[in-house]
Every structure is written in C-alpha cells, then in structure tokens.
C-alpha cells in the first residue's frame, strides 16, 4: 500500500451468517479492495474478521459486512481498532470457544 491513510479493524458480525457463504464472499470483497487480513467462524455462530489496507476500502467492507452475501441476515456487527499486517486476505481456521 503506497500513499493515503491506512486503518486496520476487527468485525465481529452475528445474525445469520454461517452456511451462507459469508466467508468466502468477503474474501472476494477485501481482494477486490486490495484489502489484508483473515475471516473466520467463531464457534457460537457469529463471523470474525480483521481487515487491513486503505482507509476507504476497510471503511467500505465495513459497510459491507452489515449486509453480507444475499443469504446472510446480519443483526449486528461490532467494529474494534486492530493491528497487524498480512500478505493476502484468505479464510483462517474456525475458533474454538472463548
């Protein structure tokens, strides 16, 4: 990422979003942002991802993660400060209760 400001976030996204294709439609969203980072299901049904890059393109799949892929009902979405940096954004392993 050259240029422009950068944010990094973490989503946690609940309503009906696993078995929906959730996942798999927001890596295609953050790769078509150039966006970084990872998304996973979380074990009580809830999404969680982190998406890094331009300022714009993390406020837009924010954006997004509220309406998710056509099948998806999202009821809510928590948005945290996060960090790190990734080479690709791709699915991460399922957690495990917290």
Known sequence: MT????AARRLLITG???GVGFRFAMVGEA???????????CADGSVEAV?????ADVEAIVAWAHRGPPAAQVTGVRVEA???EFADFAV???ARNR
Do not use: D, F, Y
């Not at 240029?3 to 950068?6: A, K, P, R, S, V």
């Not at 790769?31 to 299901?41: D, E, K, M, Q």
């Open 31 to 41: 790769r078509a942002r150039r966006l970084t980072g990872w998304v996973r299901n």
């Open 3 to 6: 240029g422009g400001e950068t």
């Open 92 to 94: 991460a392993p399922a």
């Open 51 to 55: 998406v890094a890059g331009a300022a």
């Open 82 to 84: 996060a960090s790190g």
């Open 16 to 18: 009906r979003v696993q």
